[in-house]
C-alpha cells in the first residue's frame, strides 16, 4: 500500500468532550459501519468503559476515505486512554501517529487533561488540528474556546474547526483537514521491519494480539519476529487491520497500522512501546521511548470470606493475562488473613480491577487503603523499594526515606485559586508556576507528593472547585520526607492493615481524624473497643466505642418463630460482611477509612 | 401438650405502632370470621391434648362474651382440653365492662391480658391509644372484682419522648396495682410505621440504646423487689403465674393456631394461614387454600430454633434434655463460638444449662445467632 496515501492520527480530548461519537461519525461517514448496525460508541469496547464514559483501550480503526480530491486514503484513528493513570499508553499511542485532532468541548473549553496531552502530541511532533466540538450547544462558546487554544496551547486558532459530532456537522471537513494538513508516514520500506507496539491484549482463542505501526520494512505472515525489549522470538500466524472488525491481511507496509497474532502467551511478553523487529534481519535500533510500565498505586485485596483465596488467585491471574500493568504478589496479614497486595498504574486502574474482581469474577472483597511505591536507605547503605507500611523496616534502621513526586497541573477558573493554592500547600506542595491567563483562568503546577494525591486530593479540588478545576499529573521524581509508619490498635493490638505511611507533622491530626472516623465505622460490640493511632510505642489518639448494651426485644406475635429466626439469619449474614480481628468484628469500609478522613 | 391460638384480627382503631394482622371492627364481618373459626377448629378435630387456649390480636376482647364461648367450646368438643386448661384473652382496656368481663368469666376465660403500655396519658396518646391510665387501672379492678385471679398487663419502653425516669413511674403504677404476671417489651417503630410520621411531625425521639438498656434492667429490677420473678426475657410473674401458653413458644412445644394469620407448629413443621380475613373465611368454606406457608423443619434447623428459643428463658437450654431430644451435644457444637460470651458475663454454662445473664438477656440476639447455622429460602 503505497504510504503517501495513509494518515495515522489520535483524538485527544477530555472525558466527555465527544472524543467517542466523532469516532462513531468516521466510522459512519466513511461506511465502515452503517448507523444502524452501530451500537452507540463503538470504540468503547469494555462494558466498564461504556458505563464510566471513558475509554481505557479501544481498538485502532482503519477508514477507507475516499477524498474530495479523488484519492482514496486510510486514515488509522489510534485511540488514546483518556486517563491520567494511563499517561504513558498515551505517549505510545502518540508516537505511532503524524497527527492528532484536539477535540474541545465548546461549553467546557480547555481542560488540564486536553492540556497536557497536547503538550504530549506536541512533544512527539505531531501535527494538531483543533476541533471546537459540541457547537450546537446552547451553552457553546467557540469564540472562548479559540482563545484558551491560542492562549494555553499556543495553537493558531484560525485553523480550528467547528463541529458538532452529535449532530454531524463539520466531521466532512474534519475528514479533509486529516486528509491535507496531517503527513503521509515517513519510513523506509526496504529497512529493516521496525514497528512499534502500542497495544496487546489477550484473546482467549488466538492468544495476545499485539498491534502496531509499523515504522520501517514490512512485517509478513509466517515471519519469524523479535520483540527487542525482551529477546523473544515468535512466528507470526496472523496479520490483520480493525476495519472496524479484524480482517485479514498478508502484509503490513510502512506506516500501516494493524494487529499481530504471533502465538504469544502472556501480554507481558509484548510489552506497550517495544520494538518489532525480523529475526534473520533485525534492526539496529529499537523505537525510541520504550519504558517498563510501573506500577505506581498499591494497596491489598483480601477476600472477605477467607475460603475465596484461590478463587481470588485465579481471577487475577486471569485480569493480569491482560493487564500487563497490574501487579500482584500473596500477602499475609495478620488482619485479614491471606490475599494480595497488588500494583496498579492509578487509582482508577485500582478502581477499574477492584470492580472487574466484583462484577466478572464474583469476589466479594476488602481493599486496603493505597498507598505509593517508597524508597528507603537502611543504616547498611541499601536500597529498598518499599510497597506497603508493613514492609517499612523499623525507625530505626532508616537512613532515609524517600516518596514520589509529581508534578501537577491544575487549569482552574480564577475564583478558586485561593483555596486550590491552600490545598496544594496543606498537601505539603511545593508551588512551581502560577500563570493568570487572560480567558479568566489559572495554570497552576505543583510539585505534590504522591501519596497525598493518592489520598484525597482529586476529591478535595473537584470538591473546592465545584468540578471546575482539573487536573493533570506525570510523576517526576523522588523527595525525601520525614516520614513515619503509623498504627491502628484495635483493643490494643496493631490492625496491620490499617497502617499509613504519613507525615511526621501531619501524623498528630490524621491520627486524631482516623480514630474518630474507626469509632463511626466499628459498629458497637458486646464489649467496650478501644482505638488507638500509635507512631511506635507513641499512642497519638485514642477513641473507644463502647459496649453494645441491647439488640431490640420486640413482642413475638402469636408463635411465629420464623420470623425471628429470619431476622437472626439477617443479623448473622450481616456479620459474616465483616472482618474479624481478634475478637472484634471490622466492617469493611473500615479499612479505606483512611480516605475518607476529612473529606466530609 | 398442645397450645391451642385463636386469632382475631378485629380492632376499635388501628394503633399507629402496630404491625400485627388486624384491621378495624366490622360486626357483619366479625360474625362471619367466628363462624369460620368454628369451621376450622372442628376441621381440625383430632382430640389431642391440649391445656392452653389463648385468645390473641388484634383485640380479642371485642368479641362477645357468647362468641367466646362458643369458640371455647369447639375448642373442647374437637379436642382434649384439660379441665385446668390456662384460657387467655387479650384484652385493650377501654373495650371491657363488668358485664362484660363476667360473660367471659363465664364462657371459660381464666386469665386475661391487658395490653395497657403505659401508665402516662402522653404516652398512650403518642401510641395513638384509646384508653387512658387511670381507665387500665379501673379495667383491672373490675377484672379483679369478676374474679380473675390471673391478670398479666402489658407494658412498652423505648416510646417516644419516654425517658428512664417515666419508664419507672409506669412500672411503679404497674406494681401497685399488683397484677400476676407482667410483659416488658421494647416498642420497634417498623419501617413506614404511621408513627415514625407522627414522631417526624412532633419533633419526637427515642432513648438513646444505654438508656433503653437502663429502662430494661431498672424495670426488672423493680419487679424483682416487688415479688415477680423473671422467667423469660419479656416476662416477669408471681411464682406459679407464667404463660403456660407462651411457654410453649420457648420450650420447643406444639400449638396449633386458628384464625386468620395464625401460626402453629406442630410434628416438625411450621406452617402459618392465610393473612387475609376475607381469604380466611372464604378458605375454610372450602375456597382457596388455607395455609399459605408451610415450613417443614430440618432436624439441623428443628435444633437451631429450640436453642435459640429456649435461650430465651431465665432457666436456659436444658443440656441434657436437648441431648436426649436431638441427639446433640451442644457445648461440644457452639461453645468454642459461645465462650467469649461467657467470658463476658452474659451466658452462663454450668455443664446443665446454658442460659443469659440480665446482661446477656439485652444482647440475646447476638447469641441467638451463634445457633443459626442454616439459611431458610
Known sequence: MDQAYIRNFSIIAHIDHGKSTLADRFLEHTGALQAREMEAQVLDAMDLERERGITIKAHPVRLNYTADDGNKYVLNLIDTPGHVDFGYEVTRSLAACEGALLLVDAAQGVEAQTLA?????????????????????????????????????????ADAILASAKEGTGVHEILEAIVARFHPPTGDPNAPLKALIFDSWYD?????????????????????????????????????????????????????????????????????????????????????????????????????????????????????????????????????????????????????????????????????????????????????????????PDAGRIAKLEEPVITAMILTPTEYVGPILQLCQDKRGVQKKLEYLKSDRVLITYELPFNEVVLDFYDRLKTMSRGYASLDYHVTGYWESPLVKMDILVNGEPVDALSIIVHRDAAYERGRALASKMRELIPRQMFEIAIQASIGNRVIARESVKALRKNVLAKCYGGDITRKRKLLEKQKEGKKRMKRVGRVEIPQEAFLAVLKVGTE | ????????????????????????????????????????????????????????????????????????????????????????????????????????????????????????????????????????????????????????????????????????????????????????????????????????????????????ADMYLSGLDRMDSAGYVQYEISNVARPGRESRHNLKYWADGEWRGFGCGAHSTRGGVRWKNVSSTAEYISATAGRGALVSERRPLTPDEQLEEALFTGLRLSAGIDLQAVKMRYGVDV???????????????????????????????????EMMTVFIRSTVR
Not at chain 1, 472488525?245 to 512501546?273: M, Q, R, S, W, Y
Not at chain 1, 470470606?305 to 481470588?312: F, G, T, V
Not at chain 2, 465462650?339 to 454450668?350: A, G, K, N, Q, T
Open chain 2, 331 to 365: 457445648w461440644a457444637r457452639f461453645g468454642e463460638e459461645l465462650h467469649p460470651f461467657v467470658d463476658e458475663r452474659l451466658l452462663i454454662y454450668d455443664g446443665r444449662s446454658l442460659r443469659l445473664t440480665r446482661a446477656g438477656m439485652l444482647l440475646a440476639h
Open chain 1, 204 to 392: 482467549p482463542y488466538r492468544g495476545v494480539v499485539v498491534v502496531v505501526r509499523v515504522i520501517d520494512g514490512v512485517l509478513r505472515t509466517k515471519a519469524k519476529i523479535r520483540l527487542m525489549a525482551t529477546a523473544q522470538d515468535f512466528e507470526v500466524d496472523g496479520l490483520g487491520v480493525f476495519s472496524p472488525k479484524a480482517t485479514p491481511v498478508d502484509e503490513l507496509g510502512v506506516g500501516e497500522v494493524g494487529f499481530v497474532v504471533a502465538n504469544i502467551k502472556v501480554v507481558a511478553d509484548a510489552k506497550i512501546g517495544d520494538t518489532v523487529t525480523e529475526v534473520a534481519r533485525p534492526t539496529t535500533e529499537p523505537f525510541p521511548g520504550f519504558k517498563e510500565l510501573k506500577p505506581m498505586v498499591f494497596a491489598g485485596l483480601y477476600p472477605v470470606e477467607s475460603h475465596q483465596y484461590s478463587e481470588l488467585r485465579e481471577a487475577l491471574e486471569k485480569l493480569r493475562l491482560n493487564d500487563a500493568s497490574f501487579f500482584y504478589e500473596p500477602e499475609t496479614s495478620a488482619a485479614l488473613g491471606f490475599g494480595f497486595r497488588c500494583g496498579f498504574l492509578g487509582l482508577l486502574h485500582m478502581e477499574i480491577v477492584q470492580e472487574r474482581l466484583e462484577r466478572e469474577y464474583g469476589m466479594d472483597l476488602v481493599t486496603t487503603a493505597p498507598g505509593v511505591l517508597y524508597r528507603v536507605t537502611t543504616t547498611d547503605g541499601e536500597v529498598h523499594e518499599v510497597d506497603s507500611p508493613a514492609k517499612l
Open chain 2, 1 to 212: 401438650m398442645l397450645g391451642l391460638y385463636v386469632h382475631i384480627p378485629f380492632c376499635s382503631a388501628i394503633c399507629n405502632y402496630c404491625n400485627f394482622n388486624r384491621g378495624l371492627f366490622d360486626a357483619p364481618l366479625k360474625e362471619l370470621y367466628v363462624a369460620a373459626l368454628l369451621r376450622e377448629i372442628r376441621a381440625a378435630a383430632d382430640s389431642s391434648a391440649a391445656d392452653t387456649i389463648y385468645f390473641g390480636g388484634g383485640t380479642p376482647s371485642l368479641l362477645e362474651p357468647p362468641e367466646v364461648g362458643a369458640v371455647l367450646q369447639a375448642c373442647r368438643e374437637s379436642f382434649d382440653v384439660a379441665p385446668d386448661a390456662e384460657i387467655t384473652l387479650e384484652a385493650n382496656p377501654e373495650t371491657v365492662t363488668s358485664e362484660r368481663l363476667a360473660g367471659f368469666r363465664a364462657a371459660g376465660i381464666n386469665r386475661l391480658s391487658y395490653g395497657v403500655q403505659s401508665f402516662r396519658d402522653e404516652e398512650l396518646q403518642r401510641l395513638s391509644r384509646l384508653h387512658t391510665a387511670e381507665r387500665a387501672a379501673e379495667a383491672f379492678a373490675m377484672a379483679r372484682a369478676e374474679g380473675f385471679d390471673n391478670i398479666s398487663l402489658d407494658l412498652m419502653m423505648w416510646l417516644p419522648q419516654q425517658t428512664v425516669a417515666q419508664w419507672r413511674e409506669s412500672v411503679d403504677a404497674l406494681v401497685a396495682l399488683g397484677p400476676d404476671h407482667a410483659s416488658m417489651y421494647m416498642l420497634e417503630i417498623y419501617p413506614n410505621a404511621p408513627l415514625g410520621d407522627a414522631m417526624a411531625r412532633g419533633s419526637w425521639s427515642v432513648a438513646p440504646d444505654d438508656d433503653v
Open chain 1, 117 to 157: 496531552n497536547a503538550y504530549l502530541a506536541v512533544d512527539n511532533h505531531l501535527e494538531i488540528i483543533p476541533v471546537i466540538n459540541k457547537i450546537d450547544l446552547p451553552s457553546a462558546q467557540p469564540d472562548e474556546c479559540k482563545r484558551q487554544l491560542e492562549e494555553i496551547i499556543g495553537l493558531d486558532s
